[in-house]
């Protein structure tokens, strides 16, 4: 997730040994991996999840995004990773099949971006509160729970789970305007 706009400049250094690695191409929309449902994570993804959520992180914050889903990377696993620590100060969390298992009643509006929907922003309709659980990387049962931004980001990055991007919460004819605007932008680049 990106809700900042415009986009927020940051000079983090990345400290992190992965990102010296080539940095992961975030997928943009619309793109056949991203309208996946994911799988859960397994024992058997133990050595792979801890590679890849490396380099999530490293390419969320060069993006620079709060939060960053496997998919958008074209990983169709349970995984996703946030940080909504403001300026350089770093708060990670890894999110290994994540399910939210409280949202409240009340409803909050909130302007989200995406990284797979550069420089598109729109008002989100979503559960002002949630509560998640998941697995941390070291495969420790855990629970979240939040309001405000944290809410927001952790719904939106639970959709991108399950193939869902925030424009799909907005009307049809909102959705396809950012589509093709986005459309519109990157044809404007490769030329
Ligand atoms: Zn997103």
Do not use: W
Request: proline share 8%; charged share 25%.
């Amino acid at each position: 997730m990106n809700p900042q706009s415009p986009a927020v400049e940051t000079t983090a250094p990345v400290n992190d040994p992965a990102a010296t690695a080539t940095l992961l191409p975030i997928l943009v929309a619309p793109h056949a991996t991203l309208k996946l449902r994911c799988r859960p994570v397994g024992p058997a993804d133990d050595a792979a999840v801890r590679d890849l959520v490396g380099r999530m992180f490293a390419a969320m914050y060069d993006a620079p995004g709060i939060g960053l889903a496997a998919p958008q990377v074209g990983i169709a696993l349970r995984v996703a990773v946030i940080d909504l620590a403001p300026d350089d100060k770093r708060q990670p969390h890894v999110l290994v099949n994540p399910e939210i298992v409280v949202a409240s009643k009340e409803l909050a509006t909130r302007e989200e971006g995406c990284l797979s929907l550069p420089n598109m922003y729109a008002d989100v309709i979503r559960p002002a509160q949630v509560k998640i659980r998941y697995l941390d990387l070291q495969g420790v049962r855990r629970e979240m729970q939040g309001d405000g931004l944290l809410a927001a980001c952790l719904q939106h990055e639970i959709d991108h789970l399950d193939g869902v991007l925030f424009i799909d919460h907005l009307s049809a004819l909102k959705r396809n305007m950012i589509l093709r605007k986005l459309a519109k932008d990157l044809k404007a680049k490769v030329r």
